[in-house]
């Protein structure tokens, strides 16, 4: 089972990405050890599974993995992305050549566990703040070089939503850049006037006055950083839905709800994708 909202990225996308990584791995001379020991004509099946509770995200790429090492394993996904496992579950049936199975494995169980664990952070998270308030948990551009689209997907894996994919599809003033500008309406003017018009403006601020002075140049969006819950509050007062209102910096389980409660569009986590733990997922050999 999956979540049947949840639409898969396209094959031209996450094929590279398993590609180079079974490249690395293979290396100059193959798996050495596996065709040393294991005949040619050797058939193998297996499952992989879940060795604790999580949501599951990365299937497409382990699917990709054993595809590409040979096209006769036969590969039947049990629990697609989104799905909720736990300790036992069989995510992936397998059946075929014993070398290609053993080759694609670590590749394979690398990208499943690591996006498996960026699902499970991100669906902790929205659990914690839904009893509080409307705010969507967003991702940022904290993320693995080169994984990016699988990590961002596994986010929405896990019930969150994305934040801009790269420097090239929003306009987000952090305050480095308003440094640079000397101020923060010289920062969005120059924005507005370099942009587009179907580009979004976001604006980082750290204190109220800030927030104020944001506001008089119409941002789209105000990154709140830092606050205070009593300081996101009346932030969100003053903005009085004249902008997006995201909170972040701090964010975890234990502050998700109170920042929720504030009454904040959204909330962005970098932990959720630089930081989440893998899930622990196996193959076993039937």
Known sequence: ???????????????????AALLEDLGRAGDITTDAIVPADARLSGVIAARQDGVISGVDAAVIAFGLIDPAVSVIVERGDGARVSPGDVVIRLDGPARAILTAERVALNLLCRMSGVATATAGLVEAARPHGKARIVCTRKTTPGLRSL??????????????????????????HIVVAGGIVPAIERARAYSGHLVKIEIEVDTLDQLAEALSVRADAVLLDNMSPDQLREAVRMIDGRAIAEASGRINRDTVGAIAASGVDLISSGWITHSAPIIDLGLDAA
Request: aromatic letters at 2%.
């Open 1 to 19: 089972m999956s979540d049947a909202r949840l639409v898969p990225l396209p094959r031209l996308l996450v094929e590279p990405i398993v590609r």
């Open 151 to 176: 990590e961002k997907h596994a986010v929405r894996a896990g019930g969150g939503s994305n934040h801009r994919y790269g420097l090239d599809d929003a306009v987000l003033i952090k305050d480095n």
